[in-house]
């Protein structure tokens, strides 16, 4: 049986990339997937049917919370109920501190931090009602710090410490929560480095991972998919790096 039979699953920024991957795995493991995205996420839920899987696409933006509301909403009356939350949407607009517009601030942290709590607190509404959920907040090895990343590493801090309150808050109502900090993963966005100077900054970065090669969104999934499951029912309040030893 597969571990995440007849579970419910929302996933935001699952349009690509990293998102994508995680909605995949999760349908794969028999999870029925909610793909929101404020694309068009069409493509993804025909990969997962054509798969065998089941899934429904939700355009939302998560920086707005009536939005972040109706998608629950719509998760629990399309499928139900809502068993597992993955908060993966997030965008990035770098530059150096002294240098940065307050709009970039804002637009990061509403999107990157102000979007999970909004995910987080909506889906926890509803899984304190039935005493089970989880929880997985996608965060960054960035929340370490970062140059010319103020505005995403401290949104990406604030996932974490965000998560582990939840986690504390919730545990004993069967809700685990939990943070997952990607290293650098191979997908459209950071493929665009190999255009760069003949690829140098691409192999710039590879030359940081110790296991000398880009992960995977699927290795990102593979870690959604056993925190959300009932193999990783006594794991909660953990911050847990996925990046073949890049981050330390």
Same mark, same amino acid.
């Given at each position: 049986?597969r571990r995440l039979e007849d579970k419910v699953a929302i996933v935001t920024g699952a349009g690509r990339g990293l998102g994508k991957g995680i909605a995949?795995?999760?349908?794969?493991?028999?999870?029925?997937?909610?793909?929101?995205?404020?694309?068009?996420?069409?493509?993804?839920?025909?990969?997962?049917?054509?798969?065998?899987?089941?899934?429904?696409?939700?355009?939302?933006?998560?920086?707005?919370?009536?939005?972040?509301?109706?998608?629950?909403?719509?998760?629990?009356e399309k499928f139900g109920t809502l068993d597992i939350m993955v908060n993966n949407a997030g965008i990035n607009r770098d530059?150096?501190?002294?240098?940065?517009?307050?709009?970039?601030?804002?637009?990061?942290?509403?999107?990157?931090?102000?979007?999970?709590?909004?995910?987080?607190?909506?889906?926890?509404?509803?899984?304190?009602?039935?005493?089970?959920?989880?929880?997985?907040?996608?965060?960054?090895?960035?929340?370490?710090?970062?140059?010319?990343?103020?505005?995403?590493?401290?949104?990406?801090?604030?996932? %974490? =410490?965000?998560?582990?309150?939840?986690?504390?808050?919730?545990?004993?109502?069967? #809700? *685990?929560?939990? &943070? !997952?900090?990607? /290293?650098?993963?191979?997908?459209?966005?950071?493929?665009?480095?190999?255009?760069?100077?003949?690829?140098?900054?691409?192999?710039?970065?590879?030359?940081?991972?110790?296991?000398?090669?880009?992960?995977?969104?699927?290795? %990102? =999934?593979?870690?959604?998919?056993?925190?959300?499951?009932?193999?990783?029912?006594? #794991? *909660?309040?953990? &911050? !847990?790096?996925? /990046?073949?030893?890049?981050?330390?």
């Open positions: 049986m995949l795995k999760l349908a794969e493991e028999g999870a029925k997937v909610v793909v929101a995205d404020m694309a068009s996420a069409d493509n993804v839920v025909r990969e997962i049917e054509e798969a065998g899987g089941t899934a429904v696409a939700f355009s939302v933006n998560v920086a707005k919370q009536h939005e972040v509301q109706a998608m629950v909403a719509f998760a629990i530059g150096m501190l002294h240098k940065m517009p307050v709009e970039n601030w804002d637009t990061v942290i509403s999107v990157d931090l102000t979007g999970t709590f909004y995910g987080t607190q909506e889906a926890i509404k509803y899984m304190r009602e039935k005493n089970y959920g989880r929880v997985i907040n996608i965060s960054s090895g960035s929340w370490l710090g970062n140059i010319g990343q103020a505005n995403y590493a401290a949104a990406k801090a604030g996932v %974490v =410490g965000l998560t582990k309150t939840a986690a504390r808050e919730n545990a004993r109502k069967g #809700i *685990t929560c939990n &943070v !997952i900090c990607p /290293g650098f993963i191979e997908t459209d966005m950071t493929v665009k480095l190999k255009e760069i100077k003949e690829g140098t900054a691409w192999d710039s970065m590879i030359s940081r991972v110790p296991m000398g090669y880009a992960g995977k969104p699927a290795d %990102v =999934g593979n870690l959604v998919a056993f925190l959300a499951s009932d193999d990783a029912s006594y #794991i *909660t309040s953990e &911050v !847990i790096n996925c /990046g073949g030893g890049m981050i330390v």
